[in-house]
């Protein structure tokens, strides 16, 4: 039998190590979920850091959108993730997306190939937005807010794609410098 490899490249603390607010966040998502994401673990080593990386989070994430649900918030995470190769959050997030989508079909296309996925002409429009702001930021324009405002996104929509899409750019890259490897849990979530 072998052991598992490490989650993370950097120490990774005890629960019982940790700051009082930071354990309890963690106890609470293991308890929903029945597991610790390797996620709250990894990020635990630099507390501050993950107040602040938890907070911008939760506020990106757990807003309240008629135009983007949840779940394309989570379609933005998982198809940024994919072009920034960042199998932790492709992982992570798909499950996540498998679940609010309640389609676990087209999780799994948008995890591959969004362009190909069997998604709406708006969702197209807001990955190809999010894709940009990724990879090509410096080439946005007004021509793309637009598109997007034609799919029925207002400002504050276009804002929060861009801000998703940016957001997980940095966790993308630090979960690739860290080699932050996702839990097995997630392969089998919301199939």
């Not at 940790?18 to 929903?32: G, S």
Request: aromatic share 10%; net charge negative; proline share 5%.
């Amino acid at each position: 039998m072998t052991d598992s490899p490490p989650i993370s490249r950097f120490p990774v603390p005890e629960l019982s190590e940790m700051p009082d607010d930071i354990r309890a966040r963690i106890e609470a998502v293991q308890e929903k979920t029945g597991f610790i994401p390797n996620v709250f673990l990894s990020l635990a080593y630099r507390p501050e850091e993950f107040r602040a990386f938890m907070a911008y989070h939760d506020t990106l994430m757990d807003k309240a959108s008629e135009a983007l649900s949840k779940a394309d918030r989570e379609m933005i995470v998982v198809a940024t993730s994919n072009a920034n190769q960042c199998q932790y959050c492709v992982v992570a997030h798909g499950a996540i997306l498998r679940i609010r989508a309640r389609q676990p079909l087209v999780a799994d296309q948008v995890a591959v190939n969004y362009r190909k996925a069997d998604i709406s002409p708006k969702q197209k429009a807001m990955l190809d937005f999010a894709l940009k702001v990724s990879q090509k930021a410096y080439e946005v324009n007004d021509a793309d807010y637009a598109l997007l405002e034609t799919h029925g996104f207002s400002r504050d929509d276009i804002w929060d794609i861009a801000a998703i899409s940016a957001f997980f750019g940095l966790s993308n890259r630090m979960a690739n410098a860290i080699n932050m490897r996702a839990n097995d849990e997630f392969y089998a979530m919301g199939r």
